[in-house]
Every structure is written in structure tokens, then in C-alpha cells.
């Protein structure tokens, strides 16, 4: 069993910056496929970036260039760095993560086996 903890989301205005962590409980998870995904008001759950070990990572088209995603292995941590942000970032987001291996842990069809509850982020114009 794997636990996910979220934290650093909040609320900022657009243009504004927030660093979302996920930490993973248990034994390294340095070769896991982990990732964010994001469930926006009235909308369906989207997957937001992706990363399989320290290797391949993916971004949804509404991300890229403004969105990074990174790993620290020795803390187990997962991060999402995000700038630029516009009120249609606005979503609750879920860190996910399982062994899935290349190509469907940065694929479009990844559906991770754990995943975290949630924490909020709020932009505002």
C-alpha cells in the first residue's frame, strides 16, 4: 500500500506561482511512475504531468511550458511547480502513483492505483 500526501496549494491571483509536494510513504518509490492529475469545478478529472522514475515526463497541452514536475528520491517527494497561473488552473489537485512502466506511465491512458486526497488551488483574476 502506498499513501500520498498533498500540500501547497492555496489561492493566488493570475500570473502568480504556487510549488504543489506529494509525499510518498513506504519503501523508495525512486523507479514509480507518479503524477499530477486535477478535477476543476464541473469538470472532468484531467491528467496534468507525468514521471517515470528520473526519466520520460508529459504535460497536457493546457500545462506545458508553464508547469514543471520533479522528484526528489531522497525525501520520496513528488513536486509540481506551476507559474503563470490563470483562473482556469482552478481545481482541486491529486498526486498519483503505481509501477506502471514506459510508455503508459506518460501516456494518455495512465489510471495510477493510489493516489492522495486532494489539496485545492484557487486562482483568481
Known amino acids: 500500500q502506498v499513501q500520498l500526501v498533498e500540500s501547497g496549494g492555496g489561492s493566488v491571483q493570475a500570473g502568480g506561482s504556487l510549488r504543489l509536494s506529494c509525499v510518498a510513504s513506504?519503501?523508495?518509490?525512486?523507479?514509480?511512475?507518479m503524477g499530477w492529475f486535477r478535477q476543476g469545478p464541473g469538470k472532468a478529472r484531467e491528467r496534468v504531468a507525468a514521471i517515470r522514475g528520473d526519466g520520460p515526463r508529459s504535460y497536457a497541452d493546457s500545462v506545458k511550458g508553464r508547469f514543471t514536475i520533479s522528484k526528489d528520491n531522497t525525501k520520496n517527494t513528488l513536486y509540481l511547480q506551476m507559474n503563470s497561473l490563470k483562473p482556469e488552473d482552478t481545481a482541486m489537485y491529486y498526486c498519483?502513483?503505481?509501477?506502471?512502466?514506459?510508455?503508459?506511465?506518460?501516456?494518455?491512458?495512465?489510471?495510477?492505483?493510489?493516489w492522495g486526497q486532494g489539496t485545492q488551488v484557487t486562482v483568481s483574476s
Open positions: 498519483a502513483a503505481d509501477r506502471s512502466s514506459q510508455p503508459v506511465c506518460t501516456g494518455v491512458l495512465w489510471a495510477p492505483a493510489y
Open positions: 513506504g519503501t523508495d518509490k525512486s523507479n514509480y511512475c
